[in-house]
């Protein structure tokens, strides 16, 4: 059986700019246009990630080469961009959809008009930060303590008249809280359960309770670190993840976000896109057809802002 896969996080555009690695069939890229079709993806979230050392220049023209990767190369024959969400509810059978993230806001250089071109160029979550302090939030491994800065609540102010997510899986503690009052469409886009595997990327039982009591989605994300702390894990490992917030009663939330292209190590047997169905073979094993095609895709269906 295969069934279709929403994925909210992948770094393809990163290694794409940085490397000159093509879309269509690059067998370096965990994330390319065959993988997807091969692994039954039919949307597929591109982060746009820039250096946090990188001068406000060079940050500037890394963002935009990593636009240009996805207009130049993702966009193709068969895929679709994705600028809005009703667009979701267009897409064809054999049809892919794209759609652009941002993970982290160094780029901005704390100037909001920034903000703008890019919601017109259909980014649809954004991430304060990549773990770092930066103008607008505090990362996870932040040493400051703080929030999110007025800067940073002005972002969310604006994702919340457009209907954007606003993303917490990099936020270190106090962000986290400061976005779920703040914000109105909230996002983990590649997060796991912290008291499954005790990392400061995954989420405590207070915010998966929050989460769950925002009704905002929760994406696992496939790095053997923030799944059992080596460099090494299993599918089962995963599916830990998955139960345990099932267990605080967020089966409904759950998705994937797998951040391929952005990790070193893999899980066994679920190494990139092209392969994903073995992952859904797994979870059939422990979940029902329609239990899995939620954590697949119709839970985040369910819970795109309105």
Not at 1 to 28: E, T, V, W
């Amino acid at each position: 059986m295969s069934i279709p896969i929403i994925d909210l996080h992948c770094d393809a555009l990163l290694r794409m700019q940085k490397n000159g690695y093509k879309f269509l069939n690059s067998p370096k890229l965990d994330v390319n246009y065959e993988k997807l079709v091969e692994g039954h993806v039919i949307a597929q979230a591109f982060a746009i990630y820039v250096d946090s050392e990188l001068s406000l220049v060079e940050k500037r023209a890394t963002a935009i080469k990593q636009i240009e990767c996805f207009r130049n190369e993702v966009l193709r024959e068969g895929v679709v961009h994705i600028k809005k969400w009703a667009d979701f509810e267009t897409l064809q059978p054999g049809q892919i959809g794209a759609f652009l993230t941002i993970e982290g806001v160094d780029f901005f250089g704390g100037d909001l008009k920034i903000w703008h071109p890019f919601h017109q160029l259909g980014v649809l979550s954004i991430g304060l930060t990549w773990n770092y302090p930066n103008e607008a939030a505090d990362g996870a491994h932040s040493q400051y303590g703080r929030g999110v800065t007025p800067f940073g609540k002005e972002i969310i102010k604006l994702n919340n008249q457009h209907k954007i997510f606003t993303d917490v899986s990099h936020l270190n503690e106090q962000s986290f809280w400061d976005v779920i009052e703040q914000a109105d469409y909230v996002i983990a886009t590649h997060s796991n359960a912290k008291t499954v595997c005790d990392h400061v990327r995954n989420l405590n039982d207070a915010q998966i309770r929050a989460m769950i009591e925002k009704n905002a989605p929760i994406h696992i994300v496939l790095y053997p670190e923030f799944i059992n702390g080596t460099n090494r894990a299993s599918m089962g490992d995963v599916i830990r993840h998955i139960d345990y917030i099932c267990s605080l009663g967020g089966k409904e939330l759950i998705g994937l976000g797998s951040d391929f292209d952005g990790i070193d190590y893999k899980v066994e047997g679920l190494e990139h896109a092209g392969i994903y169905q073995n992952f859904i073979n797994e979870l059939l094993k422990y979940y029902s057809e329609e239990q899995v095609r939620g954590f697949a895709y119709a839970n985040f269906i369910n819970h795109l802002p309105k």
